[in-house]
């Protein structure tokens, strides 16, 4: 694997999920940033195999990824749990065209959240999803990733379903809001 | 004819700009009349028409783009929906993708829902909007010959572009595509040679 060379050999649940979006022969990563998506960002740009494409708000990726798809090529979209409110309308396009989705969300307003505004996103996340007939799988710990990952990707991309994994804030770990 | 002249008649416009069509253009709409226009001229399997997600069609275009970079992609949409897309003019922008150009048809109304006066129409300009973004190239039309010279710009291949086509703000009956998302979607797979799951 190209890329992963300067990351921690052991389980790294941050590699794991470039790891599992390159096994799936992942083209495109689409992402509004997140710190906790930090890595697989980094070595998506890296990477002259995958179009590492920046969006100004996360209902972009959703078309994006859907062209791809009809130009035979498959994608990721990561984003942070705030973003899947900017969603909602726009998977309407995955599921009136059974397009293969997968995304990857970092969670906020979940556990130990410093910041209140991001409580009632976070709170209401796994149920919009839900709501729009996203299928979703939380990873609370860092061994989860993997095989969480890996099933919402083969289950997005042979079953032509929208499928995302939330990475819950208990893995990601606390936000160090004030230097201690 | 003078006055009238100045803006084009969207069906018109839209059957020059996929008139002679090349097997390498693959097209994308916006949602409503944009949709119908392009149906009106002749459905095709390289056609993926939106019936909804407004604000969509220009990312299904670079998706699209980005995958298929020997074709042409052609996004026909709105004023009103590239206006709610505006974030992704931004995002196409520093992609710099080669093969797409963005059409949008102006007539500064929120044509499908009563004729409204859209943004467009009290002043906005999506060409300089674009441009200012960092797009290829930009243009405004209001004649058939731009017209035909668009469609040549469209298979070059030489730049992100967008070009505003101002269309006289009126509804010519509805010619409906397709709406089942999946047929649309297998059949344009299909057609470049990608299997169904």
Request: negative net charge; hydrophobic residues 45%.
């Amino acid at each position: 694997m190209s890329g992963t060379t300067a990351i921690a050999p052991v389980a790294d649940w941050r590699s794991d999920v470039f790891r599992v979006l390159k096994r799936h022969d992942i083209r495109h990563v689409a992402y509004v940033p997140d710190a906790g998506h930090a890595a697989a960002i980094d070595m998506a740009v890296a990477d002259p195999a995958i179009q590492a494409v920046a969006l100004t708000t996360e209902e972009e990726g959703i078309g994006y990824l859907a062209g791809a798809w009809l130009g035979g090529e498959r994608g990721a979209l990561l984003m942070q749990s705030s973003g899947v409110g900017n969603c909602i309308n726009m998977l309407a396009l995955p599921a009136a065209g059974r397009f293969p989705l997968l995304m990857v969300v970092t969670m906020r307003g979940d556990w130990a959240e410093f910041n209140p505004w991001q409580n009632p996103m976070g709170q209401a996340t796994e149920k919009a999803l839900n709501l729009m007939g996203v299928l979703t799988w939380r990873a609370d710990r860092a061994d989860d990733v993997e095989p969480l990952l890996h099933g919402a990707a083969s289950m997005a991309f042979n079953g032509d379903s929208a499928c995302a994994v939330l990475l819950g804030q208990r893995l990601i770990g606390e936000k160090q809001w004030v230097k201690k | 004819m003078g006055e009238e002249m100045i803006a084009l008649d969207r069906r018109e416009a839209v059957a020059r700009l996929l008139a002679r069509r090349s097997p390498d253009l693959l097209v994308v709409t916006g949602l409503g009349s944009p949709a119908y226009d392009v149906m009106a001229a002749g459905d095709d399997d390289r056609n993926f028409y939106l019936w909804g997600a407004m604000g969509g069609a220009a990312m299904v275009g670079l998706g699209l783009a980005r995958a298929q970079p020997q074709k042409s992609v052609l996004v026909v949409t709105g004023d009103a929906e590239a206006m709610m897309g505006l974030g992704a003019l931004a995002t196409i922008a520093v992609q710099k993708p080669a093969n797409l150009t963005i059409a949008v048809l102006d007539n500064g109304h929120f044509g499908e829902t009563g004729m409204q006066a859209s943004h467009t129409g009290m002043g906005v300009e999506l060409d300089r909007v674009a441009a200012s973004m960092g797009f290829g190239w930009t243009e405004s039309i209001s004649d058939l010959a731009s017209v035909d010279a668009l469609h040549n710009r469209i298979g070059a291949r030489a730049g992100a572009g967008l070009a505003v086509l101002k269309i006289r703000a009126e509804n010519p009956p509805r010619v409906l595509p397709p709406r089942d998302g999946v047929h649309l979607k297998n059949r344009f797979r299909a057609a470049l040679g990608f299997p169904t799951n």
